[in-house]
C-alpha cells in the first residue's frame, strides 16, 4: 500500500475501534467502506473478524458487573441454529440483492420510528421468545453479514439499561466473530500479509476502543438509546444505497 492507502486503514481501524467502544458493534459498518477501497474483500472479512475477537472480549470484560450469562444463552443457541439457515438461503435459494435491500428498508423504518418517540414502553419477553430472536438474528447474520442487528433492537424494545444490553449483544457479537475466525481459518484464507496488517493497525484500533469507552461513560440510557437507533439507520442506508446506485447505473 502507498502512504495514502496506509493513512486510510489506520483511519478508519481507529474509528471503528471508537465506535465499537462507545456502541458495543458497527465495527465492520464503519471500517468496510475505507478498507474495501484500499484492501481485498478477504482481507476486510479477516480483519473485521479478528479485530472484533478483541473489541468484543474487552467490551464483555469491562462490563462484566451487568453480564448474565442467563440472559444471553438463549441469544447465542438461538444464532447457532439461524447463522447455517441464512447462510444456506444465502447460496442456494434467494437473490441477496433483494434480501439486502429489504432489510436495509426495515432498518430504516424502524430507526427513524424509534428516534422519533421520546418514550416508549418496554415489551416483555421469555426463554422461547429470546431464542427466536437470535435465530432471526444468526439468519440476518447469514443473509447479510450484519452480525447482532436483530438483538440490539430487541435489548432497546426490552428498555434494557445500556450496561445490560451491551452486556447481551456483545457476547453474541463474540459468539459470531469466533465462528467467522475458525471458518476463515478452516478455508485458508488467512494469510502472513493480513496477520501483518493486523498487527499493524492493532494499536490504532486499541487506542480507538479505549476512547469510545470513555465515550459510552458520559452517555445516559436515552443518549445511548439515540446511538443505538443512528447505527441501525447507519446499517440500514448501508445496505439499501448500493442496490440503489447499481440499478441506476443499470438504467443509465
Known amino acids: 500500500?502507498?502512504?495514502v492507502s496506509v493513512g486510510l486503514f489506520l483511519a478508519a481501524t481507529?474509528?471503528?475501534?471508537?465506535?465499537?467502544?462507545?456502541?458495543?458493534?458497527?465495527?465492520?459498518?464503519v471500517v468496510s467502506g475505507v478498507w474495501l477501497h484500499v484492501l481485498t474483500p478477504i482481507?476486510?472479512?479477516?480483519?473485521?473478524?479478528?479485530?472484533?475477537?478483541?473489541?468484543?472480549?474487552?467490551?464483555?470484560?469491562?462490563l462484566r458487573h451487568a453480564l448474565s450469562?442467563?440472559?444471553?444463552?438463549?441469544f447465542i443457541i438461538g444464532g447457532a441454529i439461524g447463522v447455517p439457515i441464512g447462510t444456506l438461503l444465502l447460496t442456494s435459494y434467494v437473490n441477496p440483492a433483494y434480501v439486502r435491500t429489504g432489510v436495509g428498508l426495515l432498518l430504516v423504518l424502524c430507526s427513524v420510528y424509534n428516534l422519533a418517540r421520546p418514550t416508549f414502553e418496554p415489551?416483555?419477553?421469555?426463554?422461547?421468545?429470546?431464542v427466536g430472536v437470535g435465530i432471526l438474528n444468526g439468519?440476518?447474520?447469514?443473509?447479510?453479514g450484519l452480525t447482532g442487528i436483530i438483538v440490539a433492537i430487541w435489548c432497546q424494545l426490552r428498555g434494557w439499561p445500556k450496561d445490560v444490553q451491551r452486556t447481551v449483544f456483545q457476547p453474541v457479537n463474540l459468539a459470531a466473530m469466533v465462528l467467522s475466525t475458525v471458518s476463515l481459518s478452516i478455508a485458508g484464507v488467512i494469510t502472513m500479509e493480513t496477520i501483518k496488517l493486523y498487527l499493524f493497525g492493532l494499536p490504532l484500533m486499541l487506542a480507538g476502543l479505549w476512547c469510545g469507552f470513555k465515550l459510552y461513560g458520559k452517555l445516559n440510557d436515552a443518549a445511548f438509546r439515540k446511538v443505538i437507533l443512528l447505527?441501525?439507520?447507519?446499517?440500514?442506508?448501508?445496505?439499501?444505497?448500493?442496490a440503489l446506485i447499481l440499478?441506476?447505473?443499470?438504467?443509465?
Open 1 to 3: 500500500m502507498d502512504d
Open 14 to 29: 481507529f474509528f471503528g475501534g471508537l465506535t465499537t467502544g462507545v456502541a458495543g458493534f458497527a465495527m465492520g459498518l
Open 43 to 62: 482481507q476486510t472479512a479477516v480483519l473485521i473478524a479478528g479485530y472484533g475477537l478483541v473489541t468484543q472480549s474487552y467490551g464483555i470484560w469491562k
Open 69 to 74: 450469562w442467563r440472559n444471553v444463552a438463549p
Open 123 to 130: 415489551v416483555g419477553s421469555r426463554v422461547p421468545i429470546d
Open 139 to 144: 439468519l440476518l447474520g447469514g443473509l447479510t
Open 231 to 242: 447505527l441501525l439507520l447507519a446499517s440500514g442506508l448501508s445496505l439499501i444505497v448500493p
Open 247 to 252: 440499478r441506476w447505473t443499470a438504467v443509465s
